[in-house]
Nanobody, 120 residues
């Protein structure tokens, strides 16, 4: 099993920045991909950004250019730097992880989520 613990959420004004962090613990040898999904009120959980151990990344179209994902492999930690935040970025952000197949499908492991609220 893999445990994912997020931190860094909070309230920010539109145009501001936040940085999320997520540390993985437990059976981390099988983790090849780490990243973030989010769920806004009344909507489904959607991909935000994911990154492989080798540094290849994928972003949702609506965050490309504003958000940046990075990873510290020895520390099994993934980060999401969010800039130029918009009210529509308000959501619960979930840290996710899994094998390589996660780049084309659903994550295997989920964190508890951290709330990000962007005020207008």
């Amino acid at each position: 099993q893999v445990q994912l613990v997020e931190s860094g959420g909070g309230l920010v004004q539109a145009g501001g920045s936040l940085k999320l962090s997520c540390a993985a613990a437990g059976s981390t040898r099988g983790i090849y991909v780490m990243g973030w999904y989010r769920q806004a009120p009344g909507k489904e959980r959607d991909l935000v950004a994911v990154i492989t151990q080798g540094g290849n990344s994928k972003y949702a179209d609506d965050v490309e250019g504003r958000f940046s994902i990075s990873r510290d492999n020895p520390a099994n930690t993934v980060y999401l730097q969010m800039n130029s935040l918009k009210p529509e970025d308000t959501a619960v952000y979930y840290c996710v992880s899994g094998p390589y197949t996660m780049m084309f499908g659903s994550p295997e492991y989920w964190g508890q989520g951290t709330q990000v609220t962007v005020s207008s």
